[in-house]
């Protein structure tokens, strides 16, 4: 009970900066209350019923231009000061909002609760995230059922986990250590207990970790195995004879769309396709895809994007 | 009261129960609004008691996690809906905006009746789901939670807010049509008082937000009820879009609570400084700037919600801008101070602990809009501090401050001023020992809404329980001695603290018909310094 911190651990490499913008923010709002007070405990000393102050005011024209020049001084300023500190805290989430390509992935899927997590090796953990320090990890996260948010306080950045869709966080580890990972959108009974640790660890420590992990089988290797399991081969596949888009090297490049446009094939556009798939029907190709919403599970998806990723990492010749 | 003049105040005009439940006189429906929601300001208190006494620990030991989850609903439910939104315009707006602009009684006295009406059926509805077993979906209902998982009585408290909401409505078309056709002659739109235009400015929101909010409940109704997709995805809709239509009416929803605030304190700081009000016009400005780009505000509740970063952004400039001004207040009321003639009588005290609390609100309201800052405090107990120092540090220090100003007019009596004093010190005090330790946990990343927390955070927990009892307190002090007041205060007369609105140039109470005379205006508002000697 005795251990009081009063401020959190920066453990990332956004946690400083997001820090700097705060300790200023502070510094202006102490700055700000304290005239305010300051003045109100001034006046009401000075100007207390029964005090002798001079209270003789300026004809009213003379009062009228300058409390007009105040007025203008109090609009002004502090809306230039709004403009500096918006477009400051606009551009570092702006900055943040994109992960850098050499990224790590790592799946999250929430459920009423738990954190269930998958590395593309195929390790899985639950309620924890082991990372290595110093590398972009970028975290594809689902729901099962409600919404959830992954915070983690240490590295000063959360994002809601949604049912149906994909959202991305992301971030460097800067500090080895054992942190807090809270579940912040209310999501029911056990809200307070969907918590969980990101264990931030040294690179070699990190690569011994995975390769002691439970990973028998890759994710990719899970993937197309429930690609054949739940029928996609059948069209998509290398000897399939329906007309049906091919899958290798589709992932991150633009995808032509029927009735005009185009879409960047990210793991939004995969998953969308499984569960939606007149959403977004390619050009030239017949919308015959049946739906598999409610009859695939979001891990399973999350398995069978990773082996669409690595068909395109194949062609590629790249090594993941 | 002597028998000869109790029959011409309004409160003499009958003494059955059913004359108070049938009255169409707005200052008897103020009196019935101010009972009621002060019976359902202490359910929501209790239910706050509960909650932080379960957070003296970090285990979960006082209550389950279901019944926590349900308190914490129930505060919010009733505190928003049932006190803080009607708070102010019921109360003491009701009772005030007729005799402020010099009218016999609102535009429509059935309609005011039947508003009253609504919001104890909506009230009904929503504490028989307390009853009956409670929800536990916080009071802001996200979906598809809401709607296809909470086993609780959702339909039920959404039917409450349902139908107290077209209280709101009907409050709101009143006061408007009243503030439009009946001021008395001379009552220019410039010299109406500045809680006239905070009136007007929340009966704009009433009417043309709460109809939003009507529409987004009826939704989850059928969502829930029927299985139409409408916010679950399982069922082809989208949870954000519930978020959308929830704060397009929840943001300016908090408006309407600050908005009557801020009206109560520039009269009482005018009177006891005994000044103009420092740049009238602008400050009647404001409160409509507020109203208008409040409404375009909300989606910065949705920051890290997955919807776009240029909507963020977009947002996020605007919350800056409708800070401009709520600042320009907060000067203006300091600078009304300059000069004055300053007495602190407990009216007062509270207005003055309302422009502190309400300043440190709206800074820490700016941080929130700060993105890459709100990433982080999204959700914990920086945001439940923030806007507690707004509703709980500005609107209620506000509604207590306006209660003891007007209290003289309303009932006619005078109260213990050295109590009076007593309790607005012990809530201000009280007050910033149970929420300022919420910025510092919020900082550290505790969440909302949590029934557990990790042991590090107990420290700053405690230091908040133990300010919420000093709080409480402090809110039934004011039962005790405003009750003994009725009995045994001395006589207050028109006007005990020779204040310049015309609702203090009638008796005390006030007759039934408000004014013998029709009122004629001849000069601008708080007119205080032209009366001053020295």
């Known amino acids: 009970m005795w251990n009081v911190p009063l401020f959190p651990d920066r453990a990332s490499s956004l946690a400083a900066r997001v820090d700097v913008l705060f300790f200023v923010w502070l510094a202006l709002a102490t700055l700000v209350a304290l005239a305010v007070a300051v003045l109100i405990v001034f006046f009401s000393i000075k100007y207390r019923r029964g005090s002798s102050a001079n209270r003789a005011t300026a004809p009213e024209a003379v009062r009228a231009r300058r409390d007009r020049r105040i007025e203008l001084a109090w609009i002004f300023v502090p809306l230039s000061l709004f403009f500096v500190m918006f477009a400051w805290a606009a551009e570092l989430y702006y900055e943040h909002a994109a992960p850098p390509g050499d990224a790590i992935d790592v799946y999250v899927v929430g459920k009423q609760w738990m954190w269930k997590l998958e590395h593309a090796g195929g390790q899985r953990e639950i309620d924890e995230l082991h990372v290595p320090a110093g590398r972009p990890i970028r975290l594809v996260m689902t729901s099962e059922d409600v919404i959830h948010d992954f915070f983690m306080p240490v590295f000063r950045i959360k994002q809601d986990v949604l049912p149906g869709r994909y959202t991305i966080l992301w971030f460097n580890a800067t500090k080895a250590g054992d942190y807090h990972v809270f579940c912040s959108q209310y999501c029911g009974t056990d809200h307070s207990r969907m918590i969980g640790h990101v264990v931030v660890m040294a690179p070699a420590a990190f690569e011994a970790w995975l390769a002691r992990g439970n990973g028998a089988q890759t994710m990719a290797t899970r993937g197309a195995e429930r690609f054949r399991q739940y029928g996609c081969s059948g069209c998509h596949g290398a000897n399939a004879s329906v007309h049906a888009p091919k899958l290798e090297g589709l992932f991150g490049k633009p995808v032509q769309l029927e009735g005009g446009g185009t879409v960047t094939a990210d793991e939004r556009y995969i998953h969308d396709s499984v569960m939606l798939p007149k959403k977004e029907v390619v050009a030239g190709y017949a919308p015959i895809m049946p739906s598999f919403q409610g009859q695939i599970a979001e891990e399973d998806l999350l398995d069978i994007v990773e082996y669409i990723k690595s068909l395109h990492d194949a062609r590629e010749g790249t090594v993941r | ?534």
């Open chain 2, 1 to 534: 009261m002597t028998a000869a003049t109790a029959h011409r105040t309004y409160l003499g005009a009958g003494f059955s129960l059913w004359s108070w439940l049938s009255s169409v006189d707005h200052k008897r429906i103020a009196i019935l609004y101010a009972v009621s929601i002060t019976v359902f300001f202490f359910i929501g208190g209790a239910a706050a008691t509960l909650i932080r006494m379960e957070l003296i620990t970090p285990a979960g030991d006082l209550v389950s996690a279901e019944t926590y989850n349900k308190l914490f609903t129930m505060h919010g439910v009733i505190m928003v809906w049932f006190f803080l939104i009607p708070s102010i315009p019921s109360t003491l707006g009701n009772f005030l905006v007729p005799l402020m602009i010099g009218a016999r009684d609102l535009a429509f006295p059935r309609l005011n009746l039947a508003s009253w009406y609504l919001y104890i059926l909506g009230g009904l509805f929503t504490i028989g789901a307390l009853v009956a077993g409670g929800v536990d979906t916080g009071w802001t209902f996200y979906t598809p939670f809401s709607t296809m998982f909470s086993n609780t009585h959702v339909i039920a408290v959404a039917a409450g807010v349902f139908i107290v909401g077209f209280s709101s409505i009907l409050t709101g078309i009143n006061f408007i049509v009243t503030i439009h056709k009946m001021r008395a002659p001379g009552m220019t739109w410039f010299r109406l008082p500045l809680f006239i235009w905070s009136m007007y400015a929340s009966s704009i929101i009433f009417v043309l937000a709460t109809p939003v909010l009507a529409m987004t409940l009826f939704l989850i109704a059928i969502e829930r009820f029927f299985g139409v997709g409408v916010f679950d995805p399982a069922l082809g809709g989208d949870p954000l879009l519930f978020q959308h239509l929830f704060w397009f009416y929840s943001h300016p929803a908090v408006y309407v609570m600050i908005l009557p605030a801020m009206g109560v304190a520039s009269e009482i700081i005018t009177c006891f400084a005994r000044n103009r009000v420092f740049a009238y016009r602008s400050m009647a400005y404001a409160v409509l700037a507020i109203a208008i780009i409040g409404f375009l505000v909300w989606g910065h509740h949705m920051f890290v919600s997955g919807q776009s970063i240029y909507a963020g952004m977009m947002f996020s400039l605007l919350s800056f801008l409708v800070a401009i001004p709520s600042a320009i207040k907060v000067f203006n009321w300091t600078a009304t101070l300059y000069k004055g003639s300053i007495s602190f009588d407990a009216p007062m005290l509270y207005a003055l602990g309302f422009v502190g609390l309400f300043t440190i609100g709206g800074m820490t309201g700016l941080f929130l809009a700060s993105l890459a800052l709100d990433v982080h405090l999204h959700d914990t107990y920086f945001v439940v501090a923030h806007f507690h120092y707004i509703i709980v540090g500005g609107a209620v220090m506000a509604f207590l401050g306006g209660i003891h100003f007007w209290w003289p007019k309303i009932t006619g009596r005078i109260y213990s001023d050295g109590w009076a004093r007593f309790a607005a010190i012990l809530v201000f005090f009280g007050f910033n020992l149970t929420f300022f330790p919420q910025f510092i946990l919020g900082y550290l990343g505790m969440p909302r809404r949590y029934h557990e927390y990790p042991p590090e955070f107990q420290v700053l927990n405690v230091l908040s329980s133990a300010g919420a009892s000093i709080l409480a307190i402090g809110y039934l002090l004011p039962l005790a001695y405003l009750f003994w007041s009725l009995r045994y205060g001395a006589a207050a007369g028109a006007n005990p603290w020779r204040a310049k609105g015309l609702e203090w140039q009638t008796p005390s109470p006030p007759p039934t018909e408000n004014f013998v005379v029709t009122p004629v205006i001849t000069e601008a508002p708080y007119a205080y310094a032209e009366s001053r000697n020295g």
